[in-house]
């Protein structure tokens, strides 16, 4: 994981605690629009450990309420390699 992912991830947390939402309210924001995630992948994404799927960002700013573009990622390179 790189430096960028890291960063990624910290950004998600950030927002989703000034939307003053928990892990939980926004896997279930996402879920209930059509994406199904788990609280555990949230949690990851945002600590780091796992990359977001470019659909899973496009959820998570929609569910924030934010432009995409804040939040897409600058590790999608990653992303493919390791869906290969």
């Not at 992912?5 to 896997?27: D, P, Q, V």
Request: hydrophobic fraction near 40%; aromatic fraction near 2%; glycine fraction near 4%.
């Amino acid at each position: 994981m790189t430096t960028h992912c890291r960063t990624l991830g910290r950004e998600i947390r950030s927002l989703r605690r000034s939307a003053g939402m928990s892990i939980r309210a926004l896997a279930r924001t996402i879920t209930i629009a059509g994406h199904r995630v788990h609280e555990d992948t949230i949690s990851n994404v945002e600590r780091g450990r796992r990359n977001a799927s470019p659909a899973l960002e496009v959820a998570i700013a929609r569910a924030l309420d934010i432009p995409v573009e804040r939040i897409t990622t600058r590790c999608a390179c990653e992303y493919d390699q390791a869906a290969a």
